[in-house]
């Protein structure tokens, strides 16, 4: 069964100071992974992708590594702002698929305080 | 942002009422779906399309439907809701890349639908 399981549930940093965010999958054939943030009562909006031949990819503070043999990801967030605030999901796409199914995470809830 | 749109945002009804949640997107995209996310849970898929005319059920059973007469609107109609329909609705469309992975889908999601049925 496809799966994405991500780690922690939630967290809670102060306005700042960094973070690193997990995602551990078995989505095969792995055709490439996505990190989304999805503020409340809003839809998800994608940060990063990666391709299997890909291992890290940064988009202004946050960087996100792909290691496609252990199949695990991460986020990392540095220097956090109060806008971090918001659920961080991961997402993964399998190769077979022509409709570009998405399996999901359930999201870390982050949260910054100041 | 996405050129992705949904009305309403937010919807509170009656029981047994007959409600339509519209998505609209104007990227020309030929993929389109609708999620259905509760707190603190994945995003499952309920419904999806190719293109006109084509409309495919998702992962999660749903009594939800949905119609895709043009490539732009993806509406989702409950015929008589009822408190389990309580949740949100996302509606997204996708393009299509190129990449040495394959071809990869970038999905565009909408603000969403927070639905309560009462």
């Known amino acids: 069964k496809n799966q994405v399981e991500q780690s922690p549930q939630s967290l809670i940093i102060l306005e700042g100071k960094n973070c690193t965010l997990q995602?551990?999958?078995?989505?095969?054939?792995?055709?490439?992974l996505r990190w989304y943030k999805q503020d409340t009562g809003r839809g998800p909006v994608s940060l990063t992708i990666m391709t299997f031949s890909e291992n890290t990819k940064s988009n202004g503070r946050y960087t996100a590594t792909l290691d496609a043999d252990t199949k695990q990801s991460s986020l990392h967030i540095t220097a956090s702002q109060l806008s971090d605030s918001a659920s961080y999901i991961c997402?993964?796409?399998?190769?077979?698929?022509?409709?570009?199914?998405?399996?999901f995470g359930r999201g870390t809830q982050l949260t910054v305080w100041p | 942002e996405a050129d992705i749109y949904q009305t309403p945002r937010y919807l509170v009804i009656g029981t047994g009422k007959k409600i339509t949640l519209e998505c609209s997107q104007t990227?020309?995209?030929?993929?389109m779906y609708w999620y259905q996310q509760d707190p603190g849970m994945e995003l499952h898929l309920i419904h999806y399309s190719y293109g006109v005319n084509s409309t495919e059920k998702g992962d999660l059973s749903s009594e939800s439907t949905v119609s895709r007469i043009r490539t732009e609107h993806f509406p989702l109609t409950l015929e008589s809701a009822r408190p389990s329909h309580t949740s949100q609705y996302l509606c997204?469309?996708?393009?299509?890349?190129?990449?040495?992975?394959?071809?990869?889908?970038?999905?565009?999601f909408g603000p969403g639908t927070r639905l309560t049925v009462t």
């Open positions: 997204a469309s996708s393009d299509s890349k190129d990449s040495p992975g394959g071809v990869t889908y970038e999905q565009y």
């Open positions: 995602c551990n999958y078995t989505v095969s054939p792995f055709s490439n």
């Open positions: 997402v993964v796409s399998d190769r077979g698929s022509t409709l570009g199914r998405l399996y």
């Open positions: 990227m020309g995209h030929d993929k």
